[in-house]
């Protein structure tokens, strides 16, 4: 059964904080997708992460892929209240994309 | 570029009514997906096509739901009748032909379906 399992499922930081949001799947897809999600708002694409040792970053996200642990990571640095929002990894896999569950994030002042 | 149209955003309708979404995709877009996102969790899959054909719709409840694409562009998904567990933001996303490095999908802003 394909699964696509993310946590932690919610999380509140203050600002200028570190974490890291995990997301574990369980083919051997080497593709890997990044979303955000605003409240009433659709899906926005992050990052793309095409192969083992990919590692991407934009602004305070940096999004890293490791195919043999089949586990992705999106790291937050020095978190800002803006970045307040759902994300969510897929995996794509036999022309599909599959979901995880996402992480609601909370940034606090 | 314009993006993934949806109409109607929002829909409320009494259960065993029915109800109807269209999308139209990016322009060249040959793949366009419906998904369901249910208040809480990720959006699941509910069909795929390329251009007009379906290449999975095998958790489309088909006797509820319907869905075609009518000269490989719009795409319309029906739900008829309702249920109260059909209550949740109905995704269309589009995509270039799968293949392309780097391919992702784009998602509309979604449909919001309450059945009470």
């Known amino acids: 059964e394909l699964k696509v399992e993310q946590n932690p499922l919610f999380l509140s930081m203050q600002e200028g904080k570190n974490y890291t949001i995990y997301c574990n799947y369980s083919t051997t897809s080497d593709r890997l997708y990044w979303y955000r999600q605003d409240p009433g708002k659709s899906l926005e694409s992050l990052f793309v992460?095409?192969?083992?040792?990919a590692v991407k970053q934009e602004g305070r996200l940096m999004a890293s892929l490791d195919t043999k642990a089949r586990l992705s990571t999106l790291h937050i640095t020095a978190a800002v209240h803006d970045l307040s929002a759902t994300y969510f990894c897929?995996?794509?896999?036999?022309?599909?994309?599959?979901f995880g569950t996402g992480t609601s994030l909370t940034v606090i002042p | 570029e314009a993006g993934v149209a949806q109409s109607p955003r929002y829909k409320i309708i009494e259960k065993r009514q029915s109800v109807a979404f269209w999308c139209n995709p990016i322009?060249?877009?040959?793949?366009l997906y419906w998904y369901q996102q249910i208040l809480g969790q990720g959006p699941k899959l509910l069909i795929q096509f390329q251009n007009n054909g379906v290449v999975d719709d095998s958790q489309l409840p088909k006797d509820r739901f319907s869905a075609e694409r009518l000269k490989g562009v719009d795409s319309t998904l029906k739900i008829q009748p309702a249920k109260l567990e059909d209550s949740a933001v109905y995704l269309c996303?589009?995509?270039?032909?799968?293949?392309?490095?780097?391919?992702?999908?784009?998602f509309g802003e979604g449909s919001w379906l309450t059945v009470v």
């Open positions: 322009s060249g877009h040959a793949t």
């Open positions: 996303a589009s995509s270039l032909p799968w293949g392309a490095a780097g391919n992702t999908i784009y």
């Open positions: 992460l095409l192969s083992n040792g």
């Open positions: 897929a995996e794509h896999t036999g022309n599909q994309f599959y």
